[in-house]
């Protein structure tokens, strides 16, 4: 069983930046593929980046360029540095691990409780 529990997120004005942290438990971390998404008010739960247990990433178009994912396996965490951040990023971000790498929600069996983001404009 793998526990993960979201921090960093909070109130920002437009432009500014936030980082979101998420620590997981478990001995197995640095075999999980970890994912980001995010969940706006009435919409879904869209996609917003990947990084897989190799290192390798991936985003979603509407975060290309100004959010980077990344992780640390010693520490057991993953981390979303969120740049130049807009009013329409506003949302519960979630942290997520599965033993697939890609955007498909499916494809993660580990969820944290999410942290909520507020972009003023």
């Known amino acids: 069983q793998v526990q993960l529990v979201e921090s960093g997120g909070g109130l920002v004005q437009a432009g500014g930046s936030l980082r979101l942290s998420c620590t997981t438990s478990g001995r197995t971390f640095r075999s999980y593929n970890m994912g980001w998404f995010r969940q706006a008010p009435g919409k879904q739960r869209d996609f917003v980046a990947y990084?897989?247990?190799?290192?390798?990433?991936n985003y979603a178009d509407s975060v290309k360029g100004r959010f980077t994912i990344f992780r640390d396996n010693a520490e057991n965490k993953v981390y979303l540095q969120m740049n130049s951040l807009k009013p329409d990023d506003t949302a519960v971000y979630y942290c997520?691990?599965?033993?697939?790498?890609?955007?498909?929600?499916?494809?993660?069996?580990?969820w944290g409780q999410g942290t909520q983001v507020t972009v003023s404009s």
């Open positions: 997520a691990a599965g033993s697939l790498a890609g955007s498909l929600e499916a494809w993660y069996a580990y």
């Open positions: 990084i897989s247990s190799g290192m390798r990433t």
